[in-house]
């Protein structure tokens, strides 16, 4: 799922975002796999969920830090955005921990995750790329 078009040419940050992108990949094939049972697709919704609720702290920090080093002006709705995300990844695992990783619930969660990073690292975190090219031409 990922893309170059993605790229914020920042390597550290593209790294991050590959790895978002390779372990939503990798949650998405294993709960749409025919061939794993159910217990096996839940460890795999588990794990994925251990993975976002601590790697995003990781990269939102990351990011954010890049952003102020930069003096970015548009630092603050950016932290409004992940606030938001890291808000809705905790009510996800509340939620599925709540209902017993219903299928419908699991299958939800895939397409929400899939879908905020496509749209916020396609376009949101390409404002900072934008932003980084700009200041690498002026210097």
Not at 36 to 53: H, L, P, S
Not at 57 to 78: A, C, M, T, V
Not at 93 to 114: A, H, P, R, T
Request: charged share 40%; aromatic share 12%; proline share 1%.
């Amino acid at each position: 799922m990922w893309k170059d078009r993605y790229k914020i040419g920042v390597e550290r940050i593209d790294e991050q975002h590959r790895e978002l992108f390779q372990r939503v990949e990798e949650f998405l094939k294993a709960t749409n796999d025919p061939q794993r049972t159910w217990e096996d697709k839940i460890e795999k919704v588990k794990e994925t969920m251990n993975f976002m609720g601590e790697y995003v702290h990781y990269h939102f920090d990351d990011e954010e830090k890049l952003q102020e080093e930069l003096g970015y002006p548009n630092i603050e709705d950016h932290k409004k955005a992940h606030e938001k995300f890291k808000k809705g990844i905790e009510e996800y695992i509340e939620k599925l921990e709540n209902e017993n990783y219903s299928e419908e619930l699991v299958q939800e969660f895939g397409g929400k995750i899939m879908t905020w990073l496509i749209m916020h690292v396609g376009d949101v975190d390409q404002k900072i790329g934008d932003y980084v090219t700009k200041e690498r031409e002026d210097c």
